[in-house]
């Protein structure tokens, strides 16, 4: 089945510690990739996202993450976490499905300890 | 100036009751969605309009019902509202095609007591 999977629920990471999400994707084909945060009580704020090429993407707030089509990852990643990162972080795929409808993964909550 | 907003915020209302959540987007896409966030905040889409019209239904009970006057405003009317209807309803909105990225509103928590 066509399926999004964060394996961690919950992952707490010292301020100023480095910081990796992990993300699998089970599509026949390379579907769209995005990365978005939601702060309490916010919406969801995109980071980043993979369409094609350079699989080393950039986002905002000096996050980035890494397609690695053998792996069917999109792992998200960041040098060094910041108080103000703690909220919930989903990972999601556009099945290439032609219609905008995304499918998220079950999120992960990162808690910052200073 | 707010991209796309929902009204309300916060909504507490009984059993039975019948409500609406409103959604306006000032981007200009041609696309909106409505997306519901459960109490262990998975998401998952309800409906899809393009352009007024529907084009993603899953799998949602009829007593939802969306409706979109133009394709800037994308309304959530439930009726006869349950004690699982209790949830974050997320509206958003994104250009038309394939892998475009989709902008979303602050979210309505519904509380149905």
């Known amino acids: 089945a066509q399926s999004v999977t964060q394996p961690d629920i919950h992952i707490t990471v010292s301020e100023g510690a480095s910081l990796e999400l992990r993300c699998n994707y089970s599509y026949g084909a390379t579907p769209y990739l995005f990365w978005y945060v939601q702060s309490p009580g916010q919406g969801l704020q995109l980071l980043l996202k993979?369409?094609?090429?350079?699989?080393l993407v950039q986002g905002i707030k000096g996050f980035e993450a890494e397609f690695k089509r053998s792996q069917s990852s999109f792992n998200l990643r960041k040098p060094s976490v910041h108080w103000s990162d703690a909220a919930e972080y989903f990972c999601a795929v556009d099945p290439t499905s032609n219609t905008g409808k995304l499918i998220f993964g079950q999120g992960t909550t990162l808690q910052v300890k200073p | 100036d707010t991209a796309v907003s929902q009204t309300p915020k916060y909504l507490v209302t009984q059993m039975g009751n019948d409500k609406s959540i409103k959604c306006e987007q000032n981007?200009?896409?041609?696309?909106m969605y409505w997306y519901k966030q459960d109490s262990k905040k998975f998401l998952k889409i309800m409906f899809s309009?393009?352009?007024?019209?529907?084009?993603i239904n899953e799998t949602v009970p009829n007593r939802f019902s969306p409706k979109s006057p133009d394709k800037a405003h994308l309304n959530l009317h439930i009726n006869s509202l349950e004690l699982g209807d209790s949830a974050v309803y997320f509206c958003?909105?994104?250009?038309?095609?394939?892998?475009?990225?989709?902008?979303f509103g602050q979210g309505t928590r519904l509380t149905v007591v």
């Open positions: 993979y369409f094609s090429g350079d699989t």
């Open positions: 309009y393009n352009n007024k019209e529907l084009i």
């Open positions: 958003a909105s994104s250009p038309t095609g394939q892998g475009t990225e989709a902008f």
């Open positions: 981007l200009g896409h041609d696309t």
